[in-house]
């Protein structure tokens, strides 16, 4: 049932991340193509990670986040993130 609805966001948490970001970037496109990713980070979370986050075209946020700033930064972020050639 749940893979019959439409998807317009992800949400996942960084600390959930099991493979490499360039390899959940591909799972992301692939299962969910064109749907806008956010990963939550700690606010200690050192730069190098946040850097390679984004370079593989997804969005941070930092944690705590709240539904409506999820919201803010899905509707003002840049149209067109970096995303990995596959």
């Known amino acids: 049932m749940l893979l019959s609805l439409p998807v317009s966001l992800i949400v996942v948490e960084a ?10 970037a591909v799972l992301f496109e692939r299962v969910a193509p ?18 390679a986050f984004e370079l593989a075209g997804f969005r941070l946020v930092t944690q705590p986040v709240s539904v409506e700033e999820l919201l803010d930064k899905v509707e ?3 149209s067109a993130l970096p995303r990995l050639t596959f």
């Not at 959930?16 to 959940?24: D, Q």
């Open 34 to 51: 064109g749907v806008p990713v956010m990963v939550t980070v700690g606010a200690d979370a050192p730069l190098e990670t946040r850097v």
């Open 15 to 24: 600390a959930a991340f099991r493979l490499s970001t360039r390899e959940h």
């Open 76 to 78: 003002t972020g840049p």
